[in-house]
């Protein structure tokens, strides 16, 4: 897919995560339970976008946001091509210490989740792998605009910056990145 068509930048989404990290984009420092492979038997690239999360316990609280949200049967599409950049648990942690609002009321306030889970998602042609994504902007599913930096950062609307700690996870409709925060649109 031309990343064009995406926006001008060319490109992640919460990128869930692939099996090695791209040059180009700046790993996290430290590799944590998000970095782990899927837990499941089944192939990776067997298995959906939305089952690779449910495959990590680590995306416990995205796949709970996913299911809230009432976003798991259209992200299960077999004849999609998402590209999601996956906040963890710990990254949803901090979004609520951040908001100062607690998971039941997030999950509860659907329209507000479904913007923010929207803004971790790019619907197009084909998935968007960490050697296609260039400095500049994405046009995301929630109609916000996510920025890559010249540091391959993600940097959200509020100015906040996420790192893309794991990129490329492969699904049978699309790729994950893994990120290390929730994206918050304005």
Do not use: W
Request: hydrophobic content about 45%; proline content about 5%; aromatic content about 4%.
């Amino acid at each position: 897919m031309k990343l064009t068509k995406i926006a001008t930048m060319g490109t992640l989404a919460l990128s869930i995560a692939g099996l090695s990290a791209c040059n180009n984009m700046t790993p996290s420092s430290s590799e944590d339970v998000s970095t782990q492979t899927p837990t499941s038997s089944q192939a990776v690239s067997d298995m959906n976008v939305v089952q690779i999360a449910q495959s990590n316990a680590d995306f416990s609280l995205l796949v709970e946001a996913v299911e809230a949200a009432g976003f798991a049967a259209p992200l299960s599409n077999p004849n999609a091509n998402f590209t999601i950049f996956a906040p963890t648990n710990e990254a949803f942690a901090q979004v609520l210490q951040e908001t100062g609002m607690t998971k039941d009321q997030l999950f509860a306030n659907k329209p507000l989740l479904t913007k923010i889970l929207g803004y971790h998602v790019i619907n197009g042609a084909a998935p968007v792998y960490a050697e296609d994504v260039q400095p500049g902007a994405i046009a995301m599913l929630s109609k916000d605009t996510l920025m890559v930096t010249d540091q391959g950062q993600l940097k959200d609307e509020n100015g906040r910056t996420t790192n893309i700690v794991k990129t490329d996870i492969a699904a049978n409709n699309g790729v994950v990145h893994v990120i290390d925060k929730v994206l918050l649109p304005k």
